[in-house]
């Protein structure tokens, strides 16, 4: 089975790249198409393909899935043998409970840090509760740490779901130049470098002219 994945810009569609790193994660092929974002027609085109008006969306035989935790749950049932989540049932709930948080919170950083992989500048001045977010992320990443007993540079040791949903805020944190403890910088640097996420940015920053 092939899948179709529709995604908005690469420089600024956060969600949709979750949805790529997780397709990457599962090993399946998939083709593309990218709808530019804010456009007069945008939501025209969004409503071609499902009624959310939203990307990510992956087209598969079971259906058109909408939003980012969906289809990353849809993978795991998928490709069972890619162990999307971490082995340890521990540690699965702890990834599990992270990427819903991250789904369904940290809002101050999503509407003052927009996603866009070309930036390159600090949030001057950073609103206070950015700020607390930013340190509740933080924590939140060592939570996660805490809870996985695998080795490896990623939240839960080796490569997981929990990482990407957690990549658009390490380009958060790089982009808007946030100083970070030594373990906070070596995970961003570990998301730089993560071979699906470098394919991704690449694009990104071409659509910038970059
Ligand atoms: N909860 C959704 C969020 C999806 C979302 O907000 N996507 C944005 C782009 S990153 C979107 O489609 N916006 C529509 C628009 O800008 O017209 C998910 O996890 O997939």
Redesign the pocket.
Known sequence: MSYHLII?DKL?????L??ALALDLAGASYTEELIK??QPD??EQ?LKHSPT????LLKTEHGTI????A?AEYLVERFPSASLWPKDIAARAQARSACAQM?SGFFAMRGNMP?DLSRDAPLSPMPPEVKTEIERMLALWAECRAASNESGPFLFGEVSLADAFFAPIAVRLRTYQVELPAVDAAYVETIYQWPAFKVWQKAGLEEAGR
Request: cysteine-free; glycine content about 4%.
């Open positions: 908005g600024h569609s956060s969600w949709s979750r949805a974002l804010n945008t939501r969004l008006a939203k990307v990510p909408a939003d980012s935790l289809i789904h996603f």
